[in-house]
């Protein structure tokens, strides 16, 4: 079982400064897998507790000179600690750019070790960044889990298989951190979050308790998938009342999140995500939130990366 790739910039800037820091959000521990095309972080695939997340890159996004071989159809999967591996990639960018001189300079190596630790009579598995200067090299060690048995990993690609599948109906939210506001404000209110989203482009988040009740509602919102027009005898009532009509009619779904694990998902702004899709899947199985990259500079989706989140649902909700 071998691994080894060295960190181009954009990889570096990628990790470092943008996925590493959200991803760290979501939760302490991630698996890390890795396979002849792609590398890809996952939150809570195997365990299904909590924010499902899944952050996927082509080798080419983060990596150069990307070789990796197993006796799993060269698949390799391990658990890492999100703040070590961050801590290790920052530390060793710092000793790059400040030592980093001659024909090697600034090439970061990352690349899977089994290394005896101090006091132990068993080698341990790490992934190691080499930063190799003009006269020597800094080794940074991060401790990883042993890898994933074949059965481990065959559990792990069904899981991200079954986790790609999209709801019929999306809708573009063009301001994360207006919605980071009112999640801010409603985190005082109450745990549980009712959130419907129609066909009309239409997105309505309430939080109830026996004293109060706090709602948002965001209309006409871009559609990705199946759509519909708004009956136009519906523009005079309430948000409440519209969203509970369009459920009876099938043109809606709602399920109710935990307001934690949906303040969770919108930090994954820290990512800079260029825009944003909230969705329920099928029977309300889940409230699915995918986050669109472009090409810098241009307005066509980067199919390079993708990130996007599953939130367990409380409540079954309808539709």
Same mark, same amino acid.
């Given at each position: 079982?071998?691994?080894?790739?060295?960190?181009?910039?954009?990889?570096?800037?990628?990790?470092?400064?943008?996925?590493?820091? *959200? +991803?760290?959000?979501?939760?302490? /521990? =991630?698996?890390?897998?890795? @396979?002849?095309?792609? #590398?890809?972080? !996952?939150?809570?695939?195997?365990?299904?507790?909590?924010?499902?997340?899944?952050?996927?890159?082509?080798?080419?996004?983060?990596?150069?000179?990307?070789?990796?071989?197993?006796?799993?159809?060269?698949?390799?999967?391990?658990?890492?600690?999100?703040?070590?591996?961050?801590? *290790? +990639?920052?530390?060793?960018?710092? /000793? =790059?750019?400040?030592?980093? @001189?001659?024909?090697? #300079?600034?090439? !970061?190596?990352?690349?899977?070790?089994?290394?005896?630790?101090?006091?132990?009579?068993?080698?341990?598995?790490?992934?190691?960044?080499?930063?190799?200067?003009?006269?020597?090299?800094?080794?940074?060690?991060?401790?990883?889990?042993?890898?994933?048995?074949?059965?481990?990993?065959?559990?792990?690609?069904?899981?991200?298989?079954?986790?790609?599948?999209?709801?019929?109906?999306?809708?573009?939210?063009?301001?994360?951190?207006?919605?980071?506001?009112?999640?801010?404000?409603?985190?005082?209110?109450?745990?549980?979050?009712?959130?419907?989203?129609?066909?009309?482009?239409?997105?309505?988040?309430?939080?109830?308790?026996?004293?109060?009740?706090?709602?948002?509602?965001?209309?006409?919102?871009?559609?990705?998938?199946?759509?519909?027009?708004?009956?136009?005898?519906?523009?005079?009532?309430?948000?409440?009342?519209?969203?509970?009509?369009?459920?009876?009619?099938?043109?809606?779904?709602?399920?109710?999140?935990?307001?934690?694990?949906?303040?969770?998902?919108?930090?994954?702004?820290?990512?800079?995500?260029?825009?944003?899709?909230?969705?329920?899947?099928?029977?309300?199985?889940?409230?699915?939130?995918?986050?669109?990259?472009?090409?810098?500079?241009?307005?066509q989706m980067d199919k390079s990366i993708s990130l996007h989140c599953r939130l367990p649902v409380l409540d079954q909700g309808s539709g």
């Open positions: 079982m071998k691994f080894k790739a060295f960190l181009t910039e954009n990889g570096v800037n990628l990790l470092e400064k943008r996925f590493l820091p *959200a +991803l760290d959000k979501m939760g302490k /521990i =991630c698996h890390l897998y890795l @396979n002849r095309d792609h #590398a890809i972080f !996952l939150h809570n695939l195997l365990n299904g507790d909590g924010v499902q997340s899944i952050a996927q890159f082509r080798k080419e996004a983060l990596f150069d000179d990307y070789h990796i071989s197993s006796q799993n159809e060269d698949r390799i999967a391990f658990a890492v600690d999100i703040s070590l591996l961050h801590r *290790a +990639l920052r530390s060793s960018v710092s /000793i =790059c750019t400040e030592f980093g @001189n001659g024909p090697t #300079a600034n090439r !970061l190596q990352i690349k899977l070790v089994k290394k005896l630790p101090p006091n132990s009579t068993q080698p341990m598995p790490f992934l190691t960044f080499e930063t190799k200067g003009y006269k020597s090299a800094v080794i940074q060690d991060v401790p990883i889990s042993k890898p994933l048995s074949r059965a481990q990993v065959l559990e792990l690609q069904t899981a991200l298989d079954m986790a790609q599948d999209l709801p019929q109906t999306l809708v573009q939210v063009p301001d994360l951190n207006q919605l980071q506001n009112f999640v801010d404000r409603m985190r005082h209110v109450g745990e549980l979050l009712n959130i419907s989203i129609s066909k009309y482009g239409d997105l309505h988040i309430q939080i109830s308790t026996t004293l109060i009740t706090l709602g948002a509602e965001f209309q006409k919102l871009l559609v990705l998938g199946e759509r519909a027009d708004a009956p136009s005898e519906d523009g005079n009532l309430s948000a409440q009342t519209r969203s509970a009509r369009a459920i009876l009619r099938g043109d809606a779904q709602s399920v109710q999140v935990s307001v934690k694990h949906f303040g969770k998902s919108l930090q994954c702004h820290l990512a800079k995500p260029d825009c944003a899709f909230y969705g329920i899947a099928p029977q309300g199985a889940c409230l699915t939130v995918i986050f669109q990259f472009f090409i810098p500079g241009s307005h």
